[in-house]
């Protein structure tokens, strides 16, 4: 990536309005002079790589999801606690709000996920397609740890927005594996931040985009040190134009997570 010096960052979890897409972290890689420095597939590993973090977060998520116009927009939010350990592929939700579905959970494990009804006291299977509590969000809007695994990278190309470079990189699903959407195209910036992203059909229809509207800096503990990270992202229906969904992350703390939370037996428990 041209301009670039050393690697940080850590999870994504925000989004802005394009035109206000990117914004400068601390420098860091070498200088390339094709896009993706000539390797489509390697960049999507090292991006994959810089987010699975080695360090458990906990945080609060909220999912805002606005219906009709501006002038007359309704908002349903969810309000959830997330526990998540990308070195290994584990990630917890619990719903806390609204009181009707409070005590819900999901939890991911490697490539099996689950969800927990609380007023059935029954778990069901997910897929990386379906939706968080039925909102138009995706477990990998906020965890792109395993990215890599999920899509095959077919073609870089790079673009100067507002005087800095970014890469934009066309993905396909890989074959028998289940990702949330066929096609999909990421724009990386200088930082190694996923700024925005656009996801496809498999006949090629736009059916949702997505921009980082708001961030922070945070000390990364394992890089130990200061980077930039996401803490809104705007998801736009492009379905359904009247509708819109917002994801808000707040009081992310690092530090080691007791193992028992990753397990079905924690999530039925802080239900009741």
């Not at 925000?14 to 972290?25: F, R, Y």
């Not at 073609?155 to 066929?182: N, Q, R, T, W, Y």
């Not at 930082?191 to 656009?198: C, H, N, P």
């Not at 059909?201 to 997505?210: E, F, I, P, Q, Y």
Request: net charge positive; charged share 25%.
């Amino acid at each position: 990536m041209r301009n670039a010096r050393s690697t940080t960052l850590i999870s994504r979890l925000t989004k802005v309005s394009p035109a206000a897409l990117l914004v400068a972290l601390t420098l860091c890689g070498v200088a390339n002079a094709a896009p993706c420095g000539g390797s489509p597939e390697g960049f999507l590993n090292k991006l994959t790589s810089i987010y699975r973090s080695d360090q458990d977060v906990k945080t609060r998520l909220l999912i805002d999801e606005v219906f009709g116009t501006a002038d007359k927009a309704q908002h349903v939010v969810r309000d959830m606690l997330v526990f998540s350990r990308p070195s290994e592929g584990k990630l917890v939700m619990l719903t806390q709000a609204p009181k009707t579905e409070a005590g819900n959970g999901y939890l991911r494990v490697d490539r099996n996920i689950w969800s927990y009804d609380v007023n059935l006291g029954h778990w069901e299977r997910r897929t990386e397609r379906d939706s968080i509590a039925g909102t138009n969000a995706r477990r990998s809007d906020i965890d792109l740890s395993d990215y890599s695994e999920l899509y095959a990278a077919k073609s870089c190309a790079e673009v100067m927005v507002k005087g800095h470079p970014v890469e934009v990189l066309e993905l396909v699903a890989k074959p028998g594996i289940d990702a949330p959407f066929m096609k999909q195209k990421i724009w990386v910036n200088d930082q190694w931040l996923v700024v925005r992203s656009e996801d496809y059909a498999a006949t090629g229809k736009l059916l949702r985009s997505t921009v980082v509207t708001r961030k922070a800096v945070v000390v990364r503990k394992d890089l130990n040190r200061k980077v930039e990270v996401a803490t809104e992202l705007n998801l736009f229906d492009e379905v359904d134009k009247t509708r819109k969904t917002i994801l808000r992350i707040e009081g992310a703390t690092q530090g080691a997570l007791e193992p028992n939370i990753f397990t079905k037996a924690y999530v039925a428990s802080k239900s009741r």
